[in-house]
């Protein structure tokens, strides 16, 4: 069996480095995508002791646009081919919305959502020319539901969503090329100890937590599959259980969801 292409952006840390690993245990030839290369070096080595038949690393923000297109263009021909795109990348922030910086909102917004629009913008053309491969945009159970003091993150997982319905409607036409949107809950990653907060306050992933080990295995399974699911897939029942709660009792969950949050993901001023 011929090894496959498999790309993973945000892959130094969280759900993109266990994504990776996931898919060199399969064989596949993984190249690895974020800003921090001696990180994605160090993965590239834990990749290749866990079975990938080759690794590539490419540095760069997916927020840079030519930097993004720069590194596909390396990786195609590094490999001849894409077989999927696992996009992995994203930040966090804290503080309610009056309180964000500017620059916190744009930091957020660039890299989750522009991210993904520019990661798509470069791999979608591939994939159509190849006439196959899977693009997965790994968004968030905070793309279908709100909580507050979390807006540039809510608004900008809420836009990867909507992306991913656009791309999928748009590429119907080439049966072939599947995008997925995978919409993890909370997942024990670093990713909210190195939040951006204004209020200065310490995060931890709110329960009920899954590894991202697991939801890495929601990814690559979505990856391969045959059946292109047209609705965001969860990771975790639990996530059914809150936008149940969300869509049936709006009101309800207005008035006790900042409260809940607050006792179980937040502390101030630490």
Known sequence: MTSRTVLVTGASSGIGRATAIQAAEA??????LARRKEKLEEVAEECAAAGASGTTVVAADVADDTAV??????????TGRLDAVLHCAGVVSYGRTEDTTPEDFDSVVSTNLLGAANVARHVVPVLREQGEGTLVLVGSLLGHINVPEMTPYVVSKWGVRALARQLHIENLD???????????????TPIYGSALDSAGGVNTPPPPTISPERAARAV??????RRTPTRSVQTAWSNYAMLLAFNLAPAVWDRTVGPAFELVSRRRGQ
């Open 174 to 188: 080439t049966p072939g090329v599947r995008i997925v949107h995978v919409a993890p809950g909370s997942v024990d």
């Open 27 to 32: 064989g596949d030839h993984v190249a690895l």
């Open 69 to 78: 297109g720069d590194a596909v263009d390396e990786v195609v021909r590094a």
């Open 220 to 225: 690559l399974r979505h990856a391969h599959g």
